[in-house]
């Protein structure tokens, strides 16, 4: 591996590791999940995520990637042995699967701050039907589905220091001021303190009710991109001496604040500017996407200053969802790297392949919404592989030899313990519970594998995914090459 | 009242530890730039 494809700095690989992290699962899930499941209650327990679930696993990965100097695939394969590649290749289709829908998402965000640049939002502009337009007219969605796994391809092809570090050192400082101008001006209008109370106020009873935790620990996984392979493939690129621990609680840390200044930019205005209290709760029940681009919409006219807030709030919507794909293509690209292809025929491929895979997501909402319904909730099956690839290692071997050598805060035995006991039975719980969910709460259709938001749907796209790789492990095995580059 | 305490408390803990872990990264990298005696 060249140097070229090493991170310059450590700051260049925290840049990058942080705008991995930090999506637009913070901007417009996270103020909801915060603002329905007990404000401050919900804070503490995705804190506690932080800890026992989400911070061992991104230092999992990171000393997997550093140790094998390979993407998932090849990770898995040098880690676990030949027998479980199909574990790797698992991690990695998941997190292109969701590629191809978060493409497009990206290019909603992009759509929204061309609009906003062009002071679309204006008061009496019905933003329902803007928004229903938009994803009606297939050109424009797939336009700009094109224009961001373009521009993602364009830096990824430049490589990890021209590309990827490059991008990230301007795109994260850049987000945290927007999202620190959004909050300042959100919690500055008359009447932001009911939803300041609302995000911080704990409710300690919701934390009695198991849909809590589920969405806390759910939020910190998804939000950290803990189990996605991204942070272990970006550890390819790191010296051999970075920090492990101390890196990835900073991520961890980092990806929380994003969340909570997002929390304090969204809620605060919706609450300030909504006509009545009915009109604002309803607001944050309108999903992810009718929170942002309906809701928000409309009320930007009606902030004083709404028309610079809203480019600066989607902008950062933007770079927030960019810095993510980067990361989840260059997991893509890794892996052709791997098997020995050069960076920029495997950028050309896996750019090529998300456009069109992302399609379907562009051209049909409701696909969107079905493959973001069945690949989100994989991730945690992608988490419990990582587990299970320590505890065939040796969690104390994995800490003793992998973590603490190069780490400013050094892990004790607790961290072994977390990973061998507590982290299972989360991963067990979580699913457990949200399969559960799934067969009680649609008791008459959850067995259908061709609905779009059924238990079985996910369960039959799963064992496609599954059977396939495991009839191709062997192949996939040998489709890495076999000695890693060395580095430093 | 009650409001600002609680902010206060969930963005000490975790803007608190965020600052923590850049201020200590921060004196780790400049410390390395030094020339040792």
């Known amino acids: 591996m060249s140097t070229k494809d090493q991170f310059l700095s450590r700051w260049g690989f925290l840049a990058a590791a942080l705008g991995m992290a930090i999506g637009t699962g913070n901007i417009w899930r996270f103020p909801r999940m915060a603002a329905q499941y007990g404000g401050g209650a919900f804070i503490l327990a995705y804190t506690l995520a932080l800890f026992l679930w989400s911070a061992p696993l991104l230092m999992s990965e990171m000393a997997i990637g550093r140790k094998t100097r390979r993407g998932p695939i090849g990770g898995f394969r040098d880690f676990l042995g030949r027998r479980h590649t199909w574990m790797g290749a698992w991690m990695v289709m998941v997190c292109m699967l969701i590629t191809f829908y978060y493409s497009v998402v990206t290019g909603y965000c992009l759509k929204y701050f061309v609009l906003a640049m062009q002071g679309a939002f204006k008061e009496g502009v019905d933003t329902t039907a803007l928004w229903n337009n938009f994803l009606s007219t297939p050109l424009q969605t797939v336009l700009f589905h094109a224009l961001a796994i373009g521009l993602c391809g364009l830096v990824i092809y430049k490589g990890i220091q021209s590309g990827v570090e490059r991008v990230a050192k301007l795109m994260v400082p850049a987000l945290f001021i927007f999202l620190i101008v959004a909050a300042a001006r959100a919690i500055t209008l008359a009447g932001a303190g009911a939803g300041l109370r609302y995000l911080f106020v704990p409710d300690w009873s919701k934390l009695g009710q198991p849909a809590t935790w589920l969405q806390a620990f759910t939020q910190s996984a998804w939000s950290t991109g803990a189990g996605w392979g991204l942070l272990l493939t970006y550890a390819i690129y790191t010296s051999k001496r970075e920090d492990i621990s101390q890196n990835c609680l900073l991520v961890g840390f980092g990806d929380q604040s994003a969340a909570l200044l997002a929390g304090m930019a969204i809620i605060p205005t919706i609450f300030a500017l909504s006509p009545n209290l009915e009109r604002a709760n309803s607001a944050m029940a309108s999903g992810n996407t009718g929170l942002t681009f309906i809701s928000l919409a409309q009320l930007f006219p009606k902030m004083p200053g709404g028309a610079i807030v809203a480019p600066i709030f989607f902008l950062a919507m933007v770079f927030a969802a960019f810095t993510s794909l980067i990361a989840m293509v260059e997991v893509g690209v890794r892996s052709f790297i791997d098997a020995g292809w050069g960076r920029k025929k495997s950028t050309v491929v896996v750019v090529i392949g998300c456009l069109l895979l992302g399609l379907p997501s562009a051209i049909i909402p409701s696909f969107l919404e079905n493959q973001d319904w069945v690949w989100g909730v994989a991730l945690l099956l992608s988490g419990f592989f990582v587990i299970l690839a320590v505890w065939k290692f040796g969690a104390d071997k994995v800490r003793t030899e992998l973590i603490n050598p190069s780490a400013d805060i050094k892990m004790g035995r607790w961290w072994s313990f977390i990973i061998k006991f507590i982290s299972p039975v989360v991963f067990l719980v979580l699913t457990g519970w949200w399969f559960y969910r799934g067969i009680v709460d649609n008791p008459k259709n959850w067995w259908k594998p061709f609905s779009p938001f059924t238990t079985m749907t996910v369960l039959f796209q799963w064992a496609i995914l599954l059977v396939v790789l495991l009839a191709a492990n062997r192949l996939l095995a040998r489709w890495v090459k076999a000695s890693p580059p060395e580095v430093d | ?37």
């Open chain 2, 1 to 37: 009242m009650e409001t600002y305490f609680w902010m206060a408390i969930m963005l000490a803990i975790n803007w608190g530890g965020f600052i923590y872990l850049l201020v200590r990264t921060s004196r780790k990298e400049v410390a390395k730039t030094k020339p040792k005696p």
